[in-house]
């Protein structure tokens, strides 16, 4: 790949409109998981900023023939160690890539970037749904392994879901479930209510004993349900 053009970036913080157009049609070409769905950003960046951690937002989309070929979440964070290219003093997503070939290239930028900003540490998370690699390819670029267990459940299993379930979550369930004192309620864009999802904002707050994230990322994140993009 050739030497990075700045025409052809685009940074969120100098044009968003574009940059979350040319995160869509890449997050949708390379089938991306749910975590790189746009509101699902937005929450992130909506609580970063509510928690007022979030330094300065550089992620970017990488053009290729006037055509997305990268995107790049790289929310910068102050910490007591130093800004950190993460979330919340945790992971960020990995960039999505059209090819290894733009990926190797994007990875350079990325740490050219840190060096430019002053960054200390960048922290990136696979996407659990991405099956292309069996490996952490990020090895690659010179990024430690500390990988975590990932479970999933198939929901184009056929017969009985529970049955998928360890023993010990399968027993609390139907301890639950048997309990008189409570009901299950499941909510989709079908009939998304906008004054149940805020009795479960309430809540969250009350069971944390305090509010830990603002009304607006539940804002967000109830828009996601009405969209067919969350339950």
Same mark, same amino acid.
């Given at each position: 790949m050739?030497?990075?053009?700045? @025409? ?8 968003e ?14 089938r ?17 900023e ?43 997503l ?35 749904f ?8 990020? @090895?690659k =670029? ?6 975590i267990?990932? =479970?999933?459940i ?28 409570f009901?299950?309620?499941i ?12 009795a479960y ?31």
């Amino acid at each position: 790949m050739k030497e990075f053009k700045s @025409e052809n970036l685009i940074f969120r913080s100098k044009n968003e409109p574009a940059f979350w157009q040319g995160w869509r049609e890449l997050a949708m070409a390379l089938r991306a998981g749910p975590r790189y769905n746009e509101l699902a950003i937005k929450r992130f960046l909506i609580v970063a900023e509510s928690q007022r951690c979030l330094k300065q937002d550089l992620s970017f989309i990488y053009l290729g023939n006037d055509k997305p070929v990268a995107a790049v979440f790289l929310p910068a964070e102050e910490t007591s160690t130093g800004l950190l290219i993460g979330f919340s003093g945790g992971y960020t997503l990995t960039p999505l890539c059209q090819n290894p070939v733009i990926a190797k290239a994007i990875f350079m930028l990325i740490d050219k970037l840190a060096i430019a900003h002053g960054v200390s540490k960048i922290m990136f998370q696979i996407d659990p749904f991405e099956s292309i690699n069996s490996f952490n390819y990020l @090895e690659k =670029y010179g990024y430690l392994d500390t990988s975590i267990l990932t =479970y999933f459940i198939d929901l184009s299993t056929k017969g009985d879901l529970l049955k998928l379930c360890r023993k010990g979550h399968l027993c609390d369930i139907k301890k639950i479930s048997a309990d008189q004192h409570f009901k299950t309620e499941i909510y989709d864009s079908l009939n998304a209510s906008y004054e149940e999802h805020e009795a479960y904002r309430q809540l969250h707050e009350k069971c944390a004993g305090r509010q830990t994230r603002s009304k607006q990322s539940f804002d967000n994140q109830f828009e996601g349900l009405k969209r067919d993009e969350a339950i």
